[in-house]
């Protein structure tokens, strides 16, 4: 009894290997998961962007958002009431800004056109999006790209 | 040299990777993407860039203009596809105003199945003109785009003010 040798202590080490493969997993799949190109569209809170079935995917481009009453042009920093859109005398000045902009785009994003993405509210009536697409087509713009939440 | 050649020898150790640090770091890593990142797959729906073709004779055949219109009345969307051409003629469909969720998948099956048979009838046209009244919500167009992009992927939007002369 006396003579038997003390047990050997071993330092009880976590086995760390398998939880860094599965990190390593999650880090891998949230960046596939994930959309970078499209951090530049931000949805504002209280719109409902429609619903579509279409598969492709949002392109880089300046944006405009339709909220209640007014509409956000942010490529050129102004907030336009809705009910100007109307009557595109009203906007004569932002013409001409948004013709600056589009002139001085690169050639790059101009290839296949100068391409707007609009985010409205699904309830939106025609006739609000309509009069600001006019407007934009008139002022420069050829494609419209309509955002919307795939399914 | 004397130091060297007269120094102990060092015990081998086997020097563990300090993984506390990575760990941290991948910890953050993974609630920076968390709460960074935005699942919804947003999509674009295209309105082709708009253009002038020039015509020195009047075409032998009148074009087919086809003009997908949708109409509010008595709680209820009305479609109507028609076209002209040598035989213009219509189709028209009717559909109760619901809410959004119910009401999407019913109108694209329902634009759909109309496209089809126009297609069948002419397979060679590609362009459509998509009208709405003027309260006709947005999502009602995106249906609408959804649903004529693979038999006509060329859409025109056309004026709501045109489109009521044309109401039925």
Known sequence: MFLRKPARKYLISLNLTALIDVTALIIIFLIMGSIFGESSIVIPNPLQIPKSENKELV????????LQKEVQVSFVNQKIPLANF????????LKQMVQAYIRDMPERSKKSGALLNVIADKKKPYKELFDVIRFFREAGFQSILFVAQGE | MWDYEFQPSKKNYIHDLNIVPVLDMLVAVIFFLLLSTSFIGYTKLQVPPSSISAMTESPPIPPLNPQLMIFEKDNQYVIQL???????????SRIA??????????????????MENFAKKFPQEKTIQIGLETMVPFQVLVDAMDAVREKTPDVVL????GLALEAL
């Open chain 1, 59 to 66: 392109e880089a481009a300046p944006q405009i958002i339709l």
């Open chain 1, 86 to 93: 109307e009557d595109s005398e009203k906007l004569k000045s």
């Open chain 2, 82 to 92: 028609s076209w002209k051409g040598t035989d213009p003629a219509a189709q028209i």
């Open chain 2, 97 to 114: 105003i619901a809410d959004f969720e119910t009401q999407h998948k019913v109108m694209v099956l329902r634009i759909k199945s109309m």
């Open chain 2, 158 to 161: 056309i004026s709501y003010e």
